[in-house]
């Protein structure tokens, strides 16, 4: 059981039905503040896929 929870943030946000991830992102004032604090280059990556940029 552990195992299976202890993934880290980039594989269960892949592992979510990606249409709501998507919706979740493209909410009002996300992008402004989520890139000036994201520190994880891999999950920003991901979420700029998401957006299309």
Request: proline share 0%; net charge positive.
């Amino acid at each position: 059981m552990r195992r299976n929870n202890f993934k880290d943030l980039l594989m269960c946000l892949k592992g979510l039905d990606q249409e709501l991830v998507r919706g979740s992102v493209m909410g009002e004032r996300f992008k402004e503040l989520f890139f000036a604090n994201c520190k994880d280059e891999a999950i920003c990556s991901y979420v700029k896929g998401l957006l299309g940029e």
